[in-house]
Nanobody, 122 residues
Framework: QVQLVESGGGLVQAGEALRLSCAGS????????MGWYRQAPGKQRELVAQ???????NYADSVKGRFTISRDNAKNTVYLQMNSLKPEDTAVYYC????????????????WGQGTQVTVSS
């Protein structure tokens, strides 16, 4: 059984910062890509940022220069530092990870966290 548990969401004012964390636990053999997605009311879920096991990153254009994704492979944890937050960043943020539970490639699956609410007031 694998779980991803997010923390760090909340209510902030525009211009402030928040740091999200997502920790993986359970039968984890390895984690390849980890990422953050978000879904605002009435909108589709969208990619915010991704990071590979080697540290390569990818960001949505809307967050470049404001958000930073990082990970601690020893702790199976990914972070999202969000600075200069805007009201349009308001959404439920979900952690995602591509996880193998054994050495077999066939054990690879995508896992999602339960989501954490981020609300930015103007």
């Amino acid at each position: 059984q694998v779980q991803l548990v997010e923390s760090g969401g909340g209510l902030v004012q525009a211009g402030e910062a928040l740091r999200l964390s997502c920790a993986g636990s359970g039968s984890i053999f390895s984690i390849n890509v980890m990422g953050w997605y978000r879904q605002a009311p009435g909108k589709q879920r969208e990619l915010v940022a991704q990071i590979t096991s080697g540290g390569s990153t990818n960001y949505a254009d809307s967050v470049k220069g404001r958000f930073t994704i990082s990970r601690d492979n020893a702790k199976n944890t990914v972070y999202l530092q969000m600075n200069s937050l805007k009201p349009e960043d308001t959404a439920v943020y979900y952690c995602n990870a591509e996880i193998r539970t054994t050495w077999r490639a066939s054990s690879r699956s995508d896992y999602w966290g339960q989501g954490t609410q981020v609300t930015v007031s103007s």
